[in-house]
């Protein structure tokens, strides 16, 4: 929370206690299909994770943004209403809205994924969006060669399938996303159910940047083939295995990419 000096500036003049808004208006990247007021959230957002604004920062008041984006000021108030379910912001009446600690952001919020793959610093994103993989994913495959009905294991050789019939990019990653939310839910336990959005957010983003151009994907597609096989004829340990193998792959991947 800011301290007392910066609350009693920004109440009174509505600036920022930090980097400065320039005079010229910027522009806003508006979300397809999205309201004025999620759009202006994702712009404020984005900048947000970004740094531009860091943690214990008092944002511009109602009526600067208003001018700044030329939108309305209830288009102000739900923006900053979104990013404070988001747990990016905290306001308070007569001191306005402040920038929240890191370790306060909900990090399992679709957007909050988004705006971190592409901020900067997103090789970072992509090594932390790794280390989960491997704390969550050899054990949840483990769970699901012991627990997976005949209906999710479906799910899962299908999904398997499906990547290696893909005939583009953004097939293979649907997939490939889909192939790993099987696995999660056929893990049977009802605390990774949730982190499904993480999944799904963050590996999209982390399949795109690894399929692109740096990876063989016929030795991708026989690793997953591995995990589908193990976990069809009810191998725990084969599974976990195959899933170790495969994320050791895409860290082999990613040091390529950077060198």
């Known amino acids: 929370m800011p301290d007392d000096r910066s609350r009693k500036r920004a109440a009174s003049t509505g600036t920022i206690a930090g980097p400065a808004v320039t005079a010229r208006r910027p522009e806003m990247a508006w979300t397809p299909g999205s309201s004025v007021h999620a759009s202006l959230a994702s712009e404020i957002g984005l900048r947000i994770v970004r740094g531009d604004y860091p943690p214990g ?3 511009p008041n109602e009526a600067k943004w208003s001018e700044t984006f030329n939108v309305s000021r209830s288009a102000v108030r739900e923006a900053i209403k979104m990013l404070m379910a988001k747990s990016l912001l905290a306001s308070r009446p007569k001191i306005g809205s402040w920038v929240e600690p890191k370790e306060r952001w909900n990090l399992l919020d679709r957007d909050v994924l988004a705006w971190y793959a592409t901020a900067p610093d997103r090789e970072l994103f992509l090594k932390t969006v790794q280390e ?3 704390i969550i994913e050899p054990e949840a495959s483990a769970f699901a060669a012991m627990r997976r009905s005949e209906e999710q294991m479906a799910e899962i050789s299908q999904a398997c399938r499906e990547m290696g019939a893909a005939t583009n990019l953004q097939e293979r990653t649907r997939a490939d996303t889909r192939f ?15 982190l499904g959005v993480l999944i799904e957010s963050a590996l999209d983003h982390l399949f795109v940047f690894v399929t692109r151009e740096h990876s063989d994907q016929r030795r991708a597609q026989s690793l997953h083939e591995a995990i589908e096989k193990s976990i069809r004829l009810k191998r725990p340990a084969a599974a976990r295995n195959a ?4 994320l050791a792959n895409t860290d082999e991947v990613i040091q390529r990419s950077r060198r």
Request: charged share 15%; net charge positive.
């Open 180 to 194: 790993h939310l099987a696995i999660l839910r056929a893990s049977g336990n009802e605390l990774l159910v949730p």
């Open 132 to 134: 989960f993989r491997h």
């Open 57 to 59: 920062t008092i944002l």
């Open 243 to 246: 899933v170790h193998r495969l």
